[in-house]
């Protein structure tokens, strides 16, 4: 079937429009070359993106180091820079991109130091890690469901060069450094149906995941257990989280143990999200969380503290202002450890849970498009990203838009209490007092917005709180975001903060000075003391590149300065940067603190280098080396681990720890992990020869999810619980209803792509798909290449969702009977010879209703593809006919009966009728 439609893919606009010279007259005009359109300007001060004009389709032979990787890759525009697809083609090369129409954007990680990719149009940003990578608009066009990118343009973006040949309409990709598909080589030797792709890129098959009043639980579980020569000798320790439906809300549920295996924290929350801004009516909230949450945090005052309790939210979900910093959280089950980068570099690391999740407070931001990346690394070898583009700006809102930000919560107060937290558990002496946050912002004109705020903070006493309240305005001066704040406290204690921020000489930088009166108490800042009255705080941020050796090296410099009511001083800065070196992704940073005051002064400086790389794509390598420069000289501990991956069921991981400061002292682990179909299964050792301590250890990491079709729960692989899952149902829709009943038959070996695995249908048609995570959309790929009988219509091949915690989503993939068939046009030449007829317009019309169009290739052939069940009879376009006086010399017809069979050819031979003068010189 796939050589029967090779045998009509274009070759190029000239050949396809040739008619046969046979008919003099006839054959002149048709051959006469089109008018070429108009060339878009390529400027940078474009309105909008180009549109894309279907005229201008090519379909490009695309080949990578003179292998195929397909042979109808769908183009467009002028085909000497022609616009590529960038999600079809990084799927392709298996490039670890994401592309977002609907956001105007592309997100990914290049090469095996996974240096990261940002193009978003809005803001017209567009980097390859910390390089600025110019792109206009006019090499850019956008549809529903794929971002276009002209190859001139692209190849400044992706680690490959394009060589376009026009002639043939063939794309020759050079890659500049080694690309996930070169090492796979048995994947590129797959080819990929041309035109159904083309038929289905630009379509997405969309599926609703309603709230529900209720829906079943689900449940990821990871319990471990081991044996070790301490005081504990059998340690043993679980996680559950829990995600599911209620009340029209999500709800999530985490209960995590100690190491004797007895329950010591639980989180619960009923969250329901819109990105539109759709809940609460009139209120436009994004957010509206019960149970254990956050309250929001004042530029003065008051800190995000979490509690149980309430809060709203109509702040757009990955926007912040400049001069505020972030709190970052997320899951983080047993075993894990994550790091946090942004803008490319090294910010943070945890490896030991809080309540089950990593928290990463008081994150820094710089000015405009912000790439911030959470990279998690599980016990047995995964490696996963979430990317958010966070825009920053001054905080000024349009004219007359509002934004409202309320939080109320028994501070530090879970919903369930386990156990009594230690004093190393508290943030604050005030656990148990009630605490409300509210700040409004409103936008006054289109440079100025207003700013107030409120809060009700416990002190630790009896029934005592503190009232404090914030006024502020955002705008710009001199061509720098400005905000100044002023807070008042009910004990007459006051505050006074200026921030400016920009760009000086190409480094974004922020300025930020705040005044302290009476003894007023700031949460926020780095180290901040939630008890200690402060003086004053003064902040400097400094983030730009630095050129080394015709590397691009980002670069960040953080300052800060705190001056107490007691008379204590205490300094902190930083500087970290990241660069590329032979495919390794290397961060370097230092930090100094000094304290003094109170009679004693306290100074350290700590640097750290760090590397990480996918050698070849096969082993995942990671190193850190810690060292001491202050108050001594001093290598202080190395850590390297190894993972790879034996087979797609059996992972290896080795690692080893050395303090460098006692050679004699080191850690050794090992382990292997065995990637069940319903579960993951690890083994693991480890051995320290300081105290000649050692741990032998098994983990089980499974999910728990309630199966519709099934009627009960089912265990799957780790997932469910925190993410999302589907029902996918394929069968053949032989009464063209959508819904499987009657004698319709279900499809075995539909293939879905997307999930943590490939998963295939069952002889039933469904497959069961879990671990879809909980991000704002999710998508699958469906692929029909192992389907027995491909003769069939199907919806779009792109399958987009929301998944959350716990939802459960139904799709039903009817999937109609259809054939194909090859017609070929042709003319009889006076010596008897057959010859094709090219440029000639034909089409089908079926007893069905159904009427399908083509136009002959340079061979007289047409493909009609995905034809329903029925008999068709060929026809000529009737003006084109007439204004050539050609006929069919017979009558011609095919029948599809959609069994999955070869309809047989239809060769037609045409006839033309002589000119009405050449009748007259005949008769005389």
Not at 335 to 353: A, F, K, M
Not at 630 to 651: C, G, N
Request: glycine fraction near 10%; charged fraction near 20%; aromatic fraction near 6%.
């Amino acid at each position: 079937m796939r050589n029967r439609r090779r045998r009509c893919v274009a070759w190029s606009a000239t050949a396809a429009l040739a008619i046969l010279r046979a008919t003099p007259g006839a054959a002149a005009e048709a051959a006469a070359p089109p008018v070429p359109a108009p060339a878009q300007a390529s400027v940078s001060t474009v309105d909008r993106p180009v549109e894309i004009d279907p005229a201008s389709l090519l379909l490009l032979f695309v080949e990578l180091d003179d292998l195929t990787l397909t042979d109808g890759l769908a183009a467009y525009d002028a085909p000497e820079d022609p616009l590529l697809p960038v999600g079809e083609l990084t799927r392709l090369l298996e490039m670890d991109v994401e592309v977002l129409p609907a956001e105007r954007r592309i997100i990914g990680r290049l090469g095996e130091e996974r240096r990261s990719l940002v193009v978003d149009l809005a803001s017209g940003t567009a980097k390859d890690g910390p390089r600025n990578v110019p792109l206009s608009l006019a090499d850019v066009a956008v549809t529903e469901t794929e971002l276009y990118v002209r190859a001139s343009a692209l190849q400044r973006l992706l680690p490959v060069t394009f060589e376009v040949d026009p002639e043939s309409l063939a794309l020759k990709i050079t890659a500049k450094e080694l690309l996930p598909v070169q090492s796979r080589m048995q994947r590129m030797a797959r080819r990929r149906d041309s035109l159904q792709n083309f038929q289905q890129k630009d379509e997405i098959f969309k599926v609703e995941t309603p709230y529900r009043l209720f829906s079943m639980p689900a449940f990821d579980v990871a319990f471990g257990m081991g044996l070790e020569n301490s005081e504990n000798r059998t340690p043993v320790r679980y996680d559950v989280r829990i995600g599911a439906d209620l009340l029209y809300t999500g709800f999530q549920g985490y209960v995590g143990s100690d190491e004797r295996g007895e329950p010591s924290t639980a989180r619960f929350v009923l969250e329901r999200r819109s990105i539109e801004g759709r809940l609460l009516g009139p209120l436009k909230a994004r957010t509206i969380g019960v149970g254990d949450v956050f309250t929001p945090g004042l530029s003065v005052g008051p800190r995000s503290i979490g509690g149980r309790g309430l809060i709203i939210s109509t702040v757009p979900l990955d926007q912040t202002n400049i001069f505020n910093r972030i709190d970052l959280r997320g899951e983080l089950p047993l075993g894990y450890d994550v790091e946090l980068y942004v803008n490319n570099i090294l910010r943070s690391g945890q490896n030991t849970p809080a309540q089950g999740r990593y928290e990463f407070l008081n994150v820094p931001l710089s000015q405009g498009i912000n790439v911030v990346r959470v990279v998690t690394y599980g016990p047995r070898g995964e490696r996963s990203e979430n990317t958010r583009i966070i825009n920053v700006g001054g905080g000024v809102l349009r004219r007359g838009e509002a934004t409202l930000e309320v939080g109320v919560v028994q501070q530090e107060e879970p919903l369930l209490v386990l156990r009594p937290p230690g004093p190393d558990e508290q943030i604050s002496p005030a656990r148990g007092g009630w605490r409300a946050v509210g700040s409004v912002n409103y936008g006054l004109t289109s440079t100025l917005t207003l700013n107030a705020a409120a809060a009700l903070i416990p002190t630790g006493a009896p029934d005592s709180y503190r009232q404090l309240y914030n006024v502020g305005v955002r705008t710009s001066l001199f061509g720098f975001a400005t905000q100044v704040d002023l807070a008042y406290d009910d004990d007459d204690r006051s505050a006074v903060a200026l921030g400016l921020a920009g760009q000086v000489f190409g480094v974004s930088t922020v300025l930020r000075h705040a005044e302290f009166q009476g003894g007023f108490i700031d949460e926020n800042g780095p180290s901040a003391d939630l008890t200690r009255a402060m003086s004053r705080r003064t902040e400097m941020t400094f983030d730009g590149n630095l050129e080394v050796a015709r590397h691009v090296v980002p670069l960040s410099i953080r300052g800060l300065r705190n001056e107490y009511a007691d008379g204590l001083v205490d300094m902190a800065a930083s500087a970290r940067a990241s660069t590329t070196a032979a495919s390794v992704l290397v961060s370097a940073g230092v930090e100094y603190q000094r304290t003094t005051g109170l009679g004693n002064t306290v100074q350290r400086l700590n640097g750290y280098f760090a590397g990480s790389t996918f050698r070849g794509y096969k082993w995942q390598l990671r190193s850190t080396v810690d060292f001491e420069i202050l108050p001594e000289l001093k290598a202080r501990s190395l850590a390297i681990t190894a993972d790879r991956d034996i087979s797609e069921t059996v992972a290896l991981r080795l690692g080893l720890g050395q303090a460098l400061d006692d050679a004699s002292s080191f850690s050794l682990t090992a382990a292997g992990i065995f990637k069940l179909r319903m579960a993951d299964f690890s083994v693991n050792a480890d051995y320290n020869n300081s105290d000649q301590s050692w741990r032998l250890g098994a983990q089980l990491n499974f999910g728990l999810n309630y199966n519709p079709v099934a009627g009960g729960y089912r265990i799957t692989r780790p997932g469910p619980g925190s993410g999302g899952s589907l029902l996918f149902e394929a069968f053949l829709d032989k009464n063209g209803n959508g819904v499987f009943d009657g004698d319709d038959q279900p499809v075995p070996n539909v293939t879905l792509e997307g999930a943590e695995v490939k998963i295939r249908t069952g002889a039933d048609g469904r497959a069961f798909v879990t671990g879809l995570g909980a991000g704002p959309t999710g998508r699958l790929l469906v692929g029909l290449d192992e389907v027995e009988n491909t003769q069939v219509q199907t919806p779009p091949s792109t399958i987009q969702f929301s998944p959350r915690a716990g939802s459960f989503t139904t799709v039903r993939y009817p999937m109609k009977p259809t054939g194909e068939v090859i017609v070929t046009i042709q003319l009889r030449r006076a010596d008897g010879a057959m010859v094709g007829l090219s440029a000639a317009q034909i089409r089908l019309v079926g007893d069905n209703g159904v009427v399908l169009e083509a136009t002959t290739e340079f061979d007289g052939s047409a493909a009609f593809q995905n034809l329903p069940v029925g008999t068709y009879r060929l026809e000529l376009d009737p003006e084109q006919a007439q204004r050539l006086r050609m006929s069919l010399a017979a009558p011609a017809s095919v029948t599809i009966t959609g069994d999955g069979g070869f309809a047989p050819d239809i060769m037609a031979e045409v006839k033309f009728a002589p000119r009405p003068q050449e009748n007259a010189q005949q008769t005389e």
